[in-house]
């Protein structure tokens, strides 16, 4: 794959302003994402209207925002903290861990122990919530106890990604929809990002049961087979890995007290392999997820439906149509839970 130099978005002078006004510091990662100081998630009051519009903005741009934390969050804190982004209300869909604070439900508690959180989660690129029609707005992920020997979260700034994508596969990619194997509902595989308005890609490496494509010139559809599915799938798994050498992906790697928040339509997420390594071999790792409400549905183009019957017959005739938690196996032997 070509080496081509990173297209995300520098600051915003204007944005870092509003943002020192009010106290706090942004400032870029590299390659992708930004850091945040001196804005307390703890607070009962969240930042002014202009500041949160700042931060939305930046992370909607960067990918993700790191907020950095003297002492550690509680539960509340980091739930409310959640509900400052986009549809500014939980949507938890997830089991509920027996060690998670409280019981709360807006909490995923994720662990390399299954005593202490649900083990083995998201080791595919993807991005929470693909399968509601709407998808999930923002995500949080807050380290409770990050593990001695690493076992971070990898980003890929998906903007970044469709612009490395050479140009005979921008315009297939953009007639092609994806079909979420547990609940059928419809996403394109190219979007607009409703913020920065930049071409994103969009598939879910472990819930596709199936990709339908717009024939070119014509007001027809058909399904990828086996073999072409298996392509799409390593393409879009390629695509996105190149980002860590190619300055639009990172491995990054939480500390003590960390809070990040993903703008979910702009950067796919998949657990570093190490994550899930061993307590024994890594140390023990302890994360809390939240997931915000989307604000507008992803819809495919092309006048397909929100939804399809994926449990159903296959509507098309041929190629891949699977149903089911897991979705196609696009690899032997991958870990593929979600």
């Known amino acids: 794959m070509t ?27 590299d390659p992708v994402g930004a850091q ?22 930046e992370m909607a741009h960067r990918g993700f925002l790191v907020f950095k934390n003297d002492t550690q969050l509680s539960a509340d804190d980091f739930l ?11 949507h938890s869909t997830h089991g509920v861990h027996p060690a998670t604070p409280g019981n709360n439900p807006h909490i995923f508690r994720l662990s390399n122990d299954q005593r202490h959180g649900i083990p083995g989660v998201g080791p595919q690129w993807h991005n929470d919530g693909s399968f509601n029609a709407d998808t999930f707005s923002h995500s949080g992920y807050h380290i409770i106890r990050p593990a001695e020997k690493g076992g971070g979260t990898y980003f890929a700034h998906q903007g970044a990604a469709y612009d490395a994508l050479p140009e005979d596969r921008k315009e ?43 024939l070119p010139d014509e007001e027809a559809f058909r399904l990828l087979n086996e073999d072409e599915l298996t392509q799409l799938c390593h393409e879009y798994n390629d695509i996105l890995n190149a980002g860590l ?63 399809v019957n994926i449990q159903g017959p296959n509507p098309l005739g041929e190629g891949v149509w699977k149903g089911g938690g897991i979705g196609f196996r696009w690899e032997e032997g991958i870990p593929m839970q979600n």
């Open 172 to 214: 297939f990619w953009s007639r092609l929809s994806s079909v979420n194997s547990a609940s059928g509902v419809v996403h394109p595989v190219v979007h607009e990002h409703p913020i920065s308005k930049r071409k994103c890609i969009w598939l879910h490496l472990g819930m596709t049961g199936a990709v339908i494509e717009k």
């Open 3 to 29: 080496t081509r130099q990173s297209t995300l978005s520098p600051l915003d002078p204007q944005r870092v302003a509003t943002i020192e006004a009010f106290g706090g510091t942004i400032t870029p990662l």
């Open 36 to 57: 945040v100081q001196g804005i307390d998630l703890s607070a009962e009051e969240a930042p002014p209207a202009e500041v949160l519009e700042a931060l939305e903005q």
């Open 245 to 307: 050498e190619n300055g639009y992906a990172t491995a990054f790697e939480y500390q003590e007290n960390d809070c990040v928040f993903i703008d979910n339509l702009a950067v796919a997420h998949r657990a570093a392999p190490e994550a899930h390594l061993p307590v024994e071999q890594q140390g023990l790792r302890i994360m809390h997820r939240s997931t915000v409400r989307g604000m507008q549905d992803l819809a495919p183009g092309f006048g397909l439906p929100q939804h």
């Open 80 to 90: 409310r903290a959640s509900c400052w982004w986009g549809g500014k209300e939980l």
